[in-house]
Structure formats: C-alpha cells, structure tokens
T-cell receptor, first 113, second 113 residues
C-alpha cells in the first residue's frame, strides 16, 4: 500500500516531442504529489507538484495530470528538449500524521537532438 | 544550488570499515532526511530527523545509524561495510514536518572495495 509504481523505466523522445511518464499509488492518505528531476551526478530537484484538489497543473512546458479516482498521476513534458534528458522521479507524500514520502523507481528520459 | 551541503563528495573504503557522512541542511530547515540510491535504483528512504529527534525510519540497516546535532547538521554512520553498500547517499532537508518539499544535497558517492 506504500508503493508508488512508475512507468516507463526509460523513454526516448525526439526533440520537440511530448514525453509522458506515469505513476500510480495505492494509499489514499497521500495528498501531495511532486515530481523530481535528477541529472547525472546531482541530487534530485523539485520540478513541479500537485495536490489532489486539482486535476492539472502546468508550469511552462511541464504539466502534471492527476486522476484521483484512478489514483494515478502523470508528467507531460511538451516540446521536449535535449536539456530535459535526465531521470525523473514521481513521489507521493502524506502531509499529516506519520511521515510518508514514497518515491517511484524513476524514468530515464533521453531526448534526441 | 539547493543550499544543502554534503561531505565528502566521494568516499572509497574497504569492506568491514566504518564511515561517516555529513550533511548540513538549508538555513532554517529543521528536518533532515537520508536516502540511499543504488546504481539504477530509485531513492530508498533511510531515516528522518526533526530538530534533533528521530522521526521516522525507513529501510535502514542495523549497521547504519544517524543523528542530528544541536546545530541541525546530521551525520550518517555506516559500519561493517559490505560491497552492496556502495551507493549514492543523499541528504535532504525541509522546513518542518510534515513538509512537502524536500531540498536535496549533491550526495556522497560511496564505493566499498
């Protein structure tokens, strides 16, 4: 019940294309869903996050879509660029009660020039 | 730069040895989290401290221990090291708990030979 399942494991997209990464969770207590971006040799950095009271959040080329009933959320990267090549982690957090901050297993994105 | 510092950046040691990893959180952050990232693996939560007190434990081995000092810096002690302990160890910090956004340090790469 604590797992966050992330797919695909790796993704190759042409420059200008749309990158889509999906995550699914089980614990309905999760109420905060961030996405982190990690470049090789660096620590993860917060990219964008969403709460379950909205179905979509957009920041520049990055959009999170959230489906509360299906317990799924996804990251869409529009107009993907070679500089977006990185590993992306979704996470789910419960901001009340005992600590829960569960990361997905990561998606390695490569954007071809 | 996240504002979280970790030392050392790289560490090479032998099996059976003990090492200490150090983390300084962002100014004002009271919570510190430790994660292990093995090759091609996701982030595994190890332990969380809040203002000097242990708050949550994840998949931390008994050979590992941590503490947070009055100045809020934290140390992760790894003992009786095994080859499988080779990994990236990240520290993250957040303002308080429960808190959504975690800011990650650059990590310590540990290689056990």
């Amino acid at each position: 019940q604590q797992q966050v399942k992330q797919s695909p494991q790796s993704l190759i997209v042409q420059k200008g294309g749309i990158s889509i990464i999906n995550c699914a969770y089980e614990n309905t207590a999760f109420d905060y869903f961030p996405w982190y971006q990690q470049f090789p040799g660096k620590g993860p950095a917060l990219l964008i996050a969403i709460r379950p009271d909205v179905s979509e959040k957009k920041e520049g080329r990055f959009t999170i879509s959230f489906n509360k009933s299906a317990k799924q959320f996804s990251l869409h990267i529009m107009d993907s660029q070679p500089g977006d090549s990185a590993t992306y982690f979704c996470a789910a957090s419960s901001t009340s009660g005992t600590y829960k901050y569960i990361f997905g297993t990561g998606t390695r994105l490569k954007v071809l020039a | 730069d996240s504002g979280v510092t970790q030392t050392p950046k790289h560490l090479i040691t032998a099996t059976g040895q003990r090492v200490t990893l150090r983390c300084s959180p962002r100014s004002g952050d009271l919570s510190v989290y430790w994660y292990q990232q093995s090759l091609d693996q996701g982030l595994q939560f190890l332990i969380q401290y809040y203002n000097g007190e242990e708050r949550a434990k994840g998949n931390i081995l008994e050979r590992f221990s941590a503490q947070q000092f009055p100045d809020l810096h934290s140390e992760l002690n790894l003992s009786s090291l095994e080859l499988g302990d080779s990994a990236l160890y990240f520290c993250a910090s957040s303002v308080a708990e429960p808190q959504e956004t975690q800011y990650f340090g650059p990590g310590t790469r540990l290689l056990v030979l």
